[in-house]
C-alpha cells in the first residue's frame, strides 16, 4: 500500500506505485461491468463516496497531523451547494453540466475551509480538535435556523436528470452515476496521492511531526495547515456533491458531529499512515453500516470494539497491520523461516478465529436474550437458543481453546527468534 | 563489609542519547561519597538512574535486591531518597505541606524512625518559622533545606543529594556542611554530586570523578590531591 | 395568586433554572477537567459514564430507592473508570495524547451499545423521588422546585468535598504536588500511578454521580450522552483546559446564557436595533430576523469560538513560555 | 559590524527571571562558545534569539535588522537559524526528505502543490550534494527514528545549515556522543561554518578550546564574561561560577 | 402470495418508542388480517427497518428495501422523511419502470404531501395536520375561555404546518383570539422545557396548542407540571407512547386530544384490538392508522384479486394495487373512511377528547396504566374537517 513518505518499492522497472494506480484503476473501472445488480452498484458507489471522503480527511490527521471532529461539515456543505446548483439546473435558471457538479461542491468546501481553516489553522494538537468540534456543531446548529438553504429537518432534495444529457448519458441510470462517481473518484485520489509528491505535502507531513522545526526551517507552520485544511475541505466537498448525486438529497445528518465521528473511526480502522488505509476504511465503513447493519444489532458494537483494538494493538491500523506483517514475512522468507512464519500464522489464524468466533456468538446470543422479539438474520444463522445452557458452554469453551493456542503460538514463537 | 549499592555496567539514555556508559559504582552502609565530574559529565543522571527516573540498562543492586526497571516510588520506598538538583519543590503548597509528602516509614521493619517533623524542624529552625509560607516563596536556600528535610523525613538509608550548594550564600552552605554531618553520624549513607571540593572534603569519605559517562577515579582525599593530571583532564577547564 | 412583577418573576425563575443546570454541568465538567489537568487525558468517554451514572441510578433507585442509587451509581461508574485506567490507558499512555484520546473515543461507541444491551433503546422512566418533589419556594407564582435545590446543593457539596480533598488531605497534597512535579513525588515514595487510576476513577465517579442526578431532572436515554458531549468540552475549552475554577464559571456562563437566549423574545435585527438605533427592512428571510431563542443551540459554539480567537488559553487557562505553533 | 548583537535582553517567565539582562556581541565570521553550568539560561537565550520565545525586553539585531520580536520563520528567513538540545527532527520523514523540506523555502515554495518535489531540481541538488557532506549517503532513504543518535545529530545540523543562514547558533552539538562521534562532528561544524557565524552551546571543554575563537560565560540568567580562550581559563570568576572553589594546594 | 412491506420508521433513539409501538401494531393487525384471510388467500407481512429517525439514512433504507424487491413501505413517523421519501420514490419508479414502490404513510400528516408535493404513489391514512387543526379549532371557536393561546412546535415542516393552520383558521373562527407567543424548538433535542413553560407563562396564555409528539411533548407537559403552568393543552399526539404518564393526575380536564378514534370509542372490533394489543405487547394500542391502512390494503388486494383470470398463479402488481386503492371505502372502527382520489388522503371521522378518569363503562379503556383516559367531547364526520386539495396528480399511463 502506498506509503507516505519513504521510498517507493521497485518492482523490476516501473514503481509500486504505477501498479496500484492501474489495479485501481482498472478494478473500479471494470467491477460494474461484472457486478451490476443496483445493490452492488449501490455499494461501490458507496464505497467510492467514502473513499473520497476518508481520503481528505487522512490528509487532515495521516498527512498533518491534525485530527478534525468536524469534517463532515465540509461534505455536508458541498453536498447542499451541488444541490443547490442542480436545482437551478433543474428550474432552467442556469446551465451547468451535470458531470462538474462534483466540482461545485468542491468549491463549496474550498469556500467553507478557507474561512474555518483560518481560525482553527492557528493551532495544531488538541486545540484544533476542540475549535473543530465548536465549528462542526456551530454549523450544526446553524443549519436548521436557515431552512431556505438546509431545508430544515427534510433536507433539500434534487434530481440529477436535469440539463442536457452528456454524450447521450442522462445519469437517470444507477450504472451511469455510477461510472460518473468512479471517474471523480479516480481523479481526486489521484490528485491527492500526487498531493503527497509536492512540497506542500511534505511540508505538511513534518508539520505533522514537529510543527515548531518546521518554523526553523524558515516556513510558517500555520499556513501549511491553512492549506492543507482547504485541500482537505475541496476534496471533502467533492465527496459531499458525489453524495448528492447518488442520494439526491441533501441533508443536515450529514453536517453531525456523529457523521464527523464515523469518519474518524473508519479512516483510523483502515490505517492513517498508508496513503490506502483510508480507502481500506470506506470498503469496511460501507460493509458494515450497509451489510453488517443488517445481520446484526450488535453492528455499532462490534465497531466500538473493533476501534479499541486497532487503537490499542494496531495503532497503524488494519492497512499498517497488514503491510507490517508483510514485511515481517518477506523477513524471514530471507532468512528462510518461511515455513515456521505459516506454522505461526496458522497457529494465531486460528487463534484469533476461535476467539473472534466465540466472542460473535457469545455477543448474539446476548442480543437474542435482550432483544428476543426482534429478528436478525445473523441470529438466525447460528439458531442458537439464547436459554439453553449448551449454547453458552460451547462458544466459551472456544474461547478458552482460541486463548491457550494464542499462548502456545507466542511461546513458538519466542522460540524461533 | 557487605555493599549498600552496587553498580555494574550501567548505561542510562535520554531518548536515544546514551550519557552513561558502563559505570561501576558502590556503596556501602553509612558512607558518604563524592561524585566529581564537569558539568554535562553525566553525574545528576547518574543518580536520576538509580531513582528509575531515566532509562537505564546494567545491574543496580540495592541491599539484595535489583532495582533496574523499577518505577521510582518502589525504589524510594526501599530505603533510597534523592534530592534532584532543581529541588522540585510543590511550588502551590505551604513548607509543611512539602514536607509532610515526604513523610515515609524506614523500609526495613527493624530500623527505628530516625526523622520525624521535628527532627527536621530542629535541624532547620528556618523551615519552622516558615512553615505556613507556601513554598516557591522561600529563597534559594531555604528550599534547598526544604528539599533535604523532605527527603530525610522518608527515613532513607541512602541519600542521593544532587548539587546541595548551587546558588548558596556562603552561610547557608556552612550550615548545610553541619547538616550532613549530622545526617552521616545518624548512619544514613550519602551519594553527593557536588563541584565546591571544599565542602566535598568536608563529609565525603571517598571520591568519584565522572567522566565520559564513566568513573575515571575511585580513591580517598590524598589519591585524589596526589593525581594532579588526572584532575586536570576531568575538572579543570 | 396574583402576578405581581411579572417580568421579575420571569428573570428570577430563569436565573434559578439556569443556575441549576450550570451546576449539574459543573458536577459533569469537575471531574473531566480534574482528569485533564492531572493524566493530560482528554476523555471522550466522560459523557457516557454520564449516561451510564443515570442508568445505574435508575436500576438502583428501582430496587432499592433513590438514595441508594444516588450511591452506587458514582462509585460503580468510579470503579469501572479506575479500571479502564489501570487496564487500559495507562498502557496507552507512553503513545502520547492522540492515542488515549482515541480510546476513550471508541469507548464512548461501546458504552452506548452496551447501555443499550442491558437496558434497551429506549428512554426509561426514571423519576425524580417522593421526598424531593414539590417545590422549595415560590417566586411570586413560579415555584423553584425541591430538586433543582437538591442539585445545587449536592454540586455545591461536590465543589466543597473537592476542595477539602484538594486542599486538606494528604491525598489532595499528593495530587497537588503532581501537578507541578510528578516525577518528585514519585521520588518521594508515592504511588503516582496508582493516584492517576484513583483520580481517573473519581472523575468518572463524578460524572456518573451528575447521571444520577441529572437522569430524572433531564431524560434518562441512550443519546443523552451525545447530548452534553460536545457541551462539556466547550466548557472545559472555555474556561481554561484543566482549570476547575474555569470549568465552573464557564458552566455557569453557557447554562446561564442559553436559558436566557431559549427565552429571549429578541431577533437579532431588535438587538442590533437597541444597540446601533438603526433601523432594518423586515424581511422575513434573513438572518437578522432569526429570534434569538431560535439561535440557543449554537450559542455556546459562538462563545466558544470568540473565546478561541480572542483568547485561545480560555478563562483561567495557563499559558506555556514558548510561542506556540502547535 | 557585528553578526549579531543582543542588548540587555531579559527574560522573565511568571516570578521567576530567567535571562537577567543579557548583553553579548557575536563579531561577522567569529566562532563564540556560550558555555555556563546547568540551568544557566543558555538555551533559554537561543530560544529567545531565534524567536521560540519571546524576550520580555532588550534588543536582538541580527547585521543591522531588529528581529526582536519577529516570529521564528521570519528570523530564519533573515539568514539565523539554529539547532536544539534535544533531536527536534521530523520522526516520520527520511533523512533525504529532511535536507529537501530545509531547502523549500529556499529554492522552491512551500506552498507548491502542483508540482512534484522531485522536479524540484535545485532542491534535489543541493540536498544530494548535504547528503555527501554530511556523509550520509548511506542513510538517505532511512527514516529519522531508525538513524543512531550520533546521525540524528549530525542531521540536526545538517538542516540548520541547508536554509543558507549565515549566523548559526547550535545548542550542545555533541552532548550525548562517544568521543570519536563528537571529534567528526567537531570537524564538520568547523568544515560548515567556515565564513558563517557561529554560537555555540557546549559542555565539552574539550571541544570548546578546539573549536571556539572566543567564549562567554553565563551564570543565572547573565553572562559574567566574554573572552579569549586562554583568558577564560585564567578567569577566577569563571573557575569559582563553573567548577567551585578549586583551590590548588 | 405474499406482500412484504417495509417499515421504515424510527426504533431507537428518542422517537424509537413511536416508531415500535407502530411496528407492533402493524405485526399484530396483520397477524390478525392473515388468520381471518382480510386479503383472500394472500398474506401481508411487515418488516422492520430502523431509520434513527434521519432523512438520509432513510433514503439509504430506500435504497437497500428497494434492492431487496420490497414493493411496497411505510412511513408515519416524521413528515421530513415523508417528504423526502416522496421525493426519492417518484424518481425511483420513474426510472425503474416494473419496480414501482408504492409508499403507505400511516403518520406523516404534513398537508403538503397531499396537495403540492402529492403523488400517485403516496397514500395517507392518517388526517393530515390541517384537517386536525380544523377539527380542533372548531371546537375552540366554542369555548369563550379562551382567550389567549400560545403556539409551540417543534421546529421542521409539521411543527410549521400546525403553527400556520392555528394561526389561520383561529383568526378566520375565532377573530378575538390573541396569539401570544408562537414558539418553535429544535426537534427531539430539548431535554428541559422550562424555559419554554416559563415563557408561556410570562406571555399570560390560557391555552397552549401544539403538534409536538414522543418525549418532544412528554418532557413538556412534565416541565409544565413541575412549574405549576395552569394553562389548557390542546395537542395532537397526547396519546402516544409516554406522554400520558407525563401528564398523569395533574392533566385531568386540562390536556385535549385531536386525532382520529381512541380506544373509548364504541366499537367492537376497536375494543378487542386494544385489548389483545395490551395483552400482546404490555403496550396502548394508539396507532390505530396502522388499521385504516391494513384494511383498506387488504380491500384493495381482494380487488385486484377478483379481476386477476389465471388463479394458479397469484400474482399481486403494485401498481393495480395502487389503482384500486385511490378509491376506496372502509369501515373504520363503525365510522365511514374513504380514500380521496384527488390527493390520495383518506377522508376519516375525527374526535376531540378530554383527559379524565375513566369510570370502566362507557370509558374503559386507560392510558399506560394510569387509570386516566380519553373522552370523546365532539366528534367530527369526514366532510366537516376535509379540507381542498391543490393537488395535480399525474398518473402513470
Ligand atoms: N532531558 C535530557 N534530554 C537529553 N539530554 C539530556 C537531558 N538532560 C541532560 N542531558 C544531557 O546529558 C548529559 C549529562 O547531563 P547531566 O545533567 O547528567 O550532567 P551533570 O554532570 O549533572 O552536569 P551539571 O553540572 O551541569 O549538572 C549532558 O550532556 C546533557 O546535555
Ligand atoms: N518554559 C519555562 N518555564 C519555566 N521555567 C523555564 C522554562 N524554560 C526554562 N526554564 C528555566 O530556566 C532556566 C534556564 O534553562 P535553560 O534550559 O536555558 O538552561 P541551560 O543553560 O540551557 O541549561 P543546560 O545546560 O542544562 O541545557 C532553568 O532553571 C529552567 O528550569
Ligand atoms: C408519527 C407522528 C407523530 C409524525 C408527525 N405527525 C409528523 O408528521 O411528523
Ligand atoms: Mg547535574
Ligand atoms: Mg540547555
Excluded at chain 1, 233 to 240: D, L, P, Q, T, Y
Excluded at chain 2, 143 to 161: C, H, I, K, Y
Excluded at chain 5, 72 to 92: E, R, W
Aim: aromatic residues 10%; neutral net charge; proline residues 4%.
Amino acid at each position: 500500500m502506498l506509503e507516505f513518505s519513504s521510498k517507493p518499492i521497485n518492482f523490476g522497472f516501473l514503481p509500486a506505485t504505477f501498479y496500484w494506480a492501474l489495479l485501481i484503476t482498472v478494478s473500479l473501472l471494470f467491477i460494474p461491468f461484472i457486478f451490476s445488480s443496483s445493490a452492488a452498484l449501490n455499494f461501490i458507489t458507496q464505497v467510492c463516496i467514502a473513499a473520497v471522503l476518508g481520503l481528505s480527511f487522512n490528509i487532515l490527521l495521516g498527512q498533518t497531523g491534525l485530527l478534525s471532529f468536524g469534517h463532515a461539515m465540509y461534505a455536508g456543505l458541498g453536498a447542499f451547494a451541488s444541490v443547490h446548483v442542480m436545482n437551478k439546473i433543474g428550474l432552467g435558471e442556469c446551465a451547468f453540466p451535470v458531470i462538474l457538479i462534483p466540482l461545485v461542491g468542491g468549491l463549496a468546501g474550498l469556500l467553507v475551509g478557507v474561512i474555518c481553516g483560518w481560525i482553527s489553522s492557528k493551532r495544531a494538537g488538541i486545540v484544533f480538535s476542540m475549535i473543530s468540534l465548536g465549528i462542526g456543531e456551530l454549523v450544526f446548529a446553524m443549519a436548521p435556523m436557515f431552512p431556505q438553504y438546509f431545508g430544515g429537518e427534510a433536507g433539500i432534495s434534487t434530481n440529477r436528470v436535469i440539463g442536457d444529457t452528456f454524450l447521450g448519458l442522462s445519469f437517470g441510470p444507477q450504472i451511469e452515476v455510477t461510472y460518473l462517481i468512479i471517474v471523480w473518484t479516480l481523479l481526486s485520489m489521484g490528485a491527492m496521492f500526487f498531493l503527497t509528491l509536492s512540497p506542500l505535502g511534505k511540508l505538511a507531513s513534518a508539520v505533522r511531526d514537529n510543527p515548531e522545526r518546521v518554523a526553523f526551517l524558515g516556513v510558517n507552520p500555520r499556513l501549511i495547515r491553512f492549506f492543507m485544511i482547504c485541500i482537505a475541505s475541496f476534496f471533502a466537498g467533492i465527496s459531499g456533491a458525489l453524495s448528492a448525486l447518488h442520494f439526491e438529497i441533501a441533508t443536515t445528518d450529514s453536517l453531525s458531529m456523529y457523521r464527523s465521528g464515523s469518519i474518524l473511526l473508519f479512516t483510523y480502522i483502515g490505517g492513517i499512515s498508508l496513503f490506502l488505509g483510508p480507502v481500506l476504511g470506506a470498503i469496511l465503513a460501507v460493509c458494515m453500516t450497509v451489510f453488517l447493519s443488517e445481520l446484526t444489532p450488535a453492528w455499532q458494537l462490534y465497531l466500538g470494539i473493533l476501534f479499541i483494538l486497532v487503537v490499542s494493538f494496531a495503532p497503524k491500523g488494519i492497512s499498517g497491520y497488514i503491510s507490517a506483517y508483510l514485511a515481517q514475512i518477506k523477513a524471514l522468507y530471507q532468512r528462510n523461516n518461511l515455513i515456521n512464519v505459516i506454522r505461526v500464522s496458522c497457529l494465531h489464524l486460528f487463534a484469533n478465529a476461535m476467539i473472534g468466533g466465540s466472542l460473535v456468538i457469545l455477543i448474539e446470543l446476548t442480543y437474542q436474550l435482550r432483544f428476543a422479539d426482534q429478528n436478525w438474520m445473523l441470529l438466525d444463522w447460528f439458531k442458537h437458543n439464547p436459554f439453553d445452557v449448551n449454547h453458552w458452554i460451547i462458544p466459551i469453551c472456544m474461547f478458552a481453546l482460541g486463548v491457550l493456542v494464542k499462548l502456545v503460538a507466542k511461546r513458538v514463537l519466542r522460540c524461533m527468534r | 563489609m557487605k555493599n549498600l549499592l552496587t553498580i555494574q555496567n550501567l548505561s542510562a539514555y535520554y531518548a536515544q542519547s546514551q550519557v552513561l556508559h558502563g559505570l561501576n559504582l558502590d556503596i556501602k552502609s553509612s558512607e558518604v561519597v563524592a561524585l566529581l565530574g564537569r558539568n554535562g559529565a553525566g553525574r545528576s543522571t547518574c543518580l536520576k538512574a538509580i531513582m528509575g527516573m531515566v532509562r537505564t540498562e546494567g545491574q543496580i543492586q540495592y541491599r539484595d535486591q535489583s532495582l533496574i526497571g523499577l518505577p521510582s516510588f518502589k525504589i524510594a520506598q526501599s530505603g533510597i531518597a534523592y534530592v534532584p538538583e532543581d529541588r522540585a519543590i510543590f511550588a502551590g503548597l505551604t513548607v509543611e505541606q512539602n514536607l509532610m509528602l515526604g513523610i515515609k516509614p524506614p523500609a526495613r521493619a527493624e530500623s527505628t524512625w530516625l526523622w520525624r517533623l521535628d527532627d527536621a524542624y530542629a535541624l532547620f529552625p528556618i523551615l519552622f518559622e516558615r512553615r505556613a509560607v507556601a513554598a516557591e516563596v522561600l529563597s534559594g536556600g531555604e528550599q534547598q533545606m526544604l528539599t533535604l528535610a523532605r527527603s530525610l523525613l522518608g527515613n532513607p538509608d541512602l541519600l542521593l543529594v544532587d548539587e546541595p550548594t548551587e546558588g548558596l550564600a556562603p552561610q547557608v552552605i556552612s550550615q548545610l556542611l553541619d547538616f550532613f554531618v549530622s545526617v552521616k553520624q545518624r548512619g544514613v549513607a550519602i551519594l553527593l554530586v557536588e563541584q565546591k571540593l571544599e565542602l566535598a572534603k568536608q563529609i565525603a569519605d571517598r571520591f568519584l570523578i565522572l567522566g565520559n559517562g564513566s568513573i575515571v577515579f575511585d580513591g580517598d582525599w590524598d589519591e585524589f590531591i596526589e593525581n594532579q593530571s588526572l584532575r586536570q583532564e576531568w575538572l579543570e577547564i | 395568586m396574583q402576578i405581581e412583577d411579572p417580568v421579575l418573576e420571569f428573570f428570577l425563575i430563569n436565573l434559578l433554572n439556569g443556575l441549576s443546570y450550570g451546576f449539574l454541568l459543573f458536577m459533569l465538567t469537575a471531574g473531566l477537567s480534574l482528569i485533564f489537568s492531572l493524566l493530560g487525558v482528554l476523555n471522550f468517554a466522560h459523557a457516557s459514564f454520564y449516561m451510564l451514572g443515570a442508568y445505574l441510578g435508575y436500576t438502583f433507585t428501582g430496587l432499592w430507592g433513590f438514595w441508594w442509587g444516588l450511591f452506587f451509581a458514582p462509585l460503580i461508574t468510579g470503579l469501572l473508570g479506575a479500571l479502564l485506567e489501570r487496564f487500559a490507558l495507562r498502557r496507552l499512555h507512553a503513545r502520547g495524547q492522540l492515542a488515549e484520546l482515541l480510546f476513550t473515543f471508541g469507548l464512548a461507541y461501546m458504552m452506548l451499545e452496551m447501555v443499550q444491551l442491558i437496558w434497551g433503546k429506549l428512554a426509561l422512566p426514571y423519576q425524580i423521588p417522593q421526598a424531593l418533589q414539590g417545590s422549595l419556594f415560590l417566586i411570586y407564582s413560579s415555584p423553584f422546585s425541591n430538586y433543582r435545590g437538591f442539585i445545587a446543593l449536592l454540586a455545591l457539596l461536590v465543589l466543597g468535598l473537592l476542595y477539602l480533598l484538594i486542599r486538606r488531605t494528604n491525598i489532595g497534597l499528593v495530587i497537588q504536588a503532581a501537578w507541578t512535579a510528578p516525577t518528585m513525588v514519585e521520588a518521594l515514595g508515592h504511588n503516582v500511578p496508582r493516584i492517576f487510576m484513583w483520580v481517573f476513577g473519581f472523575g468518572c465517579g463524578l460524572a456518573g454521580l451528575a447521571g444520577a442526578v441529572g437522569g430524572n431532572l433531564l431524560v434518562t436515554e441512550p443519546s443523552m450522552a451525545a447530548h452534553v458531549g460536545s457541551i462539556i468540552f466547550v466548557v472545559i475549552v472555555l474556561g481554561g483546559i484543566g482549570s476547575l475554577q474555569g470549568a465552573f464559571w464557564a458552566s455557569m456562563l453557557i447554562a446561564i446564557s442559553q436559558t436566557f437566549a431559549v427565552t429571549s423574545e429578541l431577533s437579532l435585527q431588535d438587538l442590533l436595533a437597541l444597540f446601533m438605533s438603526i433601523q432594518y427592512e423586515a424581511s422575513n428571510q434573513s438572518v437578522l430576523s432569526i429570534p434569538i431563542s431560535h439561535m440557543a443551540p449554537m450559542l455556546p459554539f459562538v462563545i466558544l469560538l470568540l473565546m478561541l480567537v480572542v483568547r485561545p488559553r480560555g478563562l483561567f487557562g495557563q499559558q506555556s513560555g514558548l510561542n506556540s505553533h502547535a | 559590524m557585528h553578526a549579531l548583537t543582543l542588548q540587555e535582553v531579559k527574560l522573565q517567565l511568571g516570578q521567576t527571571a530567567i535571562l537577567r539582562g543579557v548583553d553579548l556581541q557575536l563579531k561577522a565570521g567569529e566562532r563564540l562558545a556560550l558555555i555556563g553550568p546547568n540551568g544557566a539560561g543558555k538555551s533559554s537565550l537561543f530560544n529567545v534569539i531565534s524567536g521560540r520565545q519571546t524576550c520580555t525586553s532588550g534588543r536582538i539585531m541580527l547585521r543591522d535588522k531588529n528581529i526582536t520580536r519577529l516570529p521564528a520563520h521570519q528570523i530564519v528567513r533573515q539568514g539565523l537559524n539554529r539547532s536544539f538540545q534535544t533531536s527536534h527532527l521530523f520522526a516520520d520523514l527520511s533523512v533525504f526528505d529532511h535536507l529537501c523540506c530545509a531547502l523549500i523555502q529556499r529554492f522552491s515554495s512551500p506552498l507548491m502543490f502542483w508540482r512534484r518535489l522531485k522536479n524540484e531540481k535545485q532542491v534535489i541538488r543541493n540536498a544530494e550534494q548535504l547528503l555527501d557532506l554530511l556523509a550520509l549517503r548511506e542513510r538517505k532513504d532511512t527514516i529519522v527514528r531508525e538513524l543512531s543518535y550520533a546521525e540524528q545529530r549530525l542531521l540536526e545540523i545538517g538542516i540548520c545549515i541547508a536554509g543558507g543562514a549565515d549566523c548559526i547558533l547550535l545548542d550542545e552539538p555533541t552532548a550525548g556522543m562517544s568521543r570519536t562521534d563528537a571529534t567528526r562532528i567537531v570537524q564538520l561544524i568547523r568544515e560548515l561554518t567556515i565564513n558563517k557565524s557561529l554560537l555555540i552551546i557546549e559542555h565539552d571543554m574539550q571541544v570548546v578550546f578546539d573549536l571556539a575563537d572566543r567564549i562567554a560565560v553565563m551564570v543565572q540568567g547573565q553572562v559574567i564574561a566574554c573572552d579569549t580562550p586562554q583568558a577564560i581559563r585564567a578567569n577566577r570568576q569563571v573557575q569559582t561560577a563553573y567548577l567551585g572553589t578549586w583551590k590548588t594546594t | 402470495d405474499t406482500i412484504k412491506i417495509a417499515v421504515i420508521d424510527p426504533m431507537s433513539g428518542p422517537f424509537g418508542p413511536v416508531g415500535l409501538n407502530t411496528f407492533n401494531s402493524f405485526k399484530f393487525i396483520a397477524a390478525r388480517a392473515n388468520a381471518e384471510k382480510w386479503a383472500g388467500s394472500h398474506q401481508i407481512v411487515f418488516d422492520g427497518f430502523d431509520n434513527k429517525a434521519g432523512v438520509q439514512e432513510s433514503l439509504s433504507l430506500l435504497k437497500t428495501v428497494a434492492d431487496k424487491g420490497y414493493r411496497f413501505i411505510t412511513q408515519g413517523t416524521g413528515s421530513a422523511v415523508g417528504l423526502a421519501l416522496i421525493d426519492a420514490i417518484n424518481k425511483h419508479n420513474q426510472r425503474h419502470p416494473g419496480q414501482e414502490i408504492i409508499y403507505l404513510n400511516h403518520g406523516s400528516i404534513d398537508p403538503d404531501m397531499t396537495n403540492a408535493k402529492c403523488s400517485f404513489w403516496h397514500f395517507r391514512f392518517d388526517a393530515n395536520s390541517d384537517m386536525k387543526m380544523e377539527a380542533l379549532t372548531s371546537f375552540i371557536a366554542k369555548d369563550k375561555q379562551i382567550k389567549k393561546v400560545y403556539l409551540l412546535g417543534q421546529n421542521y415542516s409539521h411543527g410549521h404546518q400546525v403553527a400556520r393552520a392555528a394561526k389561520s383558521y383561529l383568526a378566520r373562527k375565532r377573530p378575538d383570539i390573541q396569539i401570544v407567543g408562537d414558539d418553535l424548538h429544535p426537534i427531539a433535542t430539548v431535554k428541559d422545557f422550562s424555559p419554554y413553560i416559563s415563557k408561556i407563562k410570562a406571555s399570560g396564555a390560557d391555552s397552549v396548542i401544539t403538534g409536538n409528539w414522543g418525549t418532544d411533548l412528554a418532557l413538556l407537559i412534565k416541565s409544565a407540571k413541575e412549574q405549576n403552568l395552569n394553562v389548557n393543552f390542546y395537542t395532537y399526539y397526547a396519546s402516544s407512547t409516554g406522554v400520558p404518564t407525563a401528564i398523569g393526575d395533574a392533566g385531568v380536564d386540562k390536556v385535549k386530544l385531536v386525532g382520529y378514534w381512541h380506544p373509548n370509542n364504541p366499537s367492537k372490533l376497536g375494543a378487542s384490538l386494544t385489548q389483545g394489543y395490551k395483552a400482546q405487547y404490555k403496550d396502548d394500542f394508539s396507532s390505530t392508522s396502522t388499521y385504516a391502512m391494513i384494511a383498506s390494503l387488504a380491500k384493495a388486494i381482494q380487488i385486484v384479486d377478483a379481476q386477476f383470470k389465471d388463479k394458479s398463479k397469484p400474482m399481486i402488481d403494485p401498481v393495480k394495487i395502487a389503482y384500486a386503492l385511490e378509491d376506496l371505502q372502509i369501515d373504520f372502527f363503525g365510522m365511514p373512511a374513504s380514500m380521496r382520489k384527488a390527493d390520495h388522503q383518506l377522508q376519516l371521522p375525527l374526535y376531540v377528547s378530554n383527559w379524565e378518569k375513566i369510570d370502566g363503562k362507557s370509558q374503559r379503556f386507560d392510558q399506560e396504566n394510569t387509570g386516566l383516559g380519553w373522552k370523546t367531547l365532539q366528534v367530527f364526520e369526514p366532510y366537516v374537517a376535509s379540507q381542498a386539495t391543490s393537488c395535480q396528480m399525474k398518473r402513470p399511463n
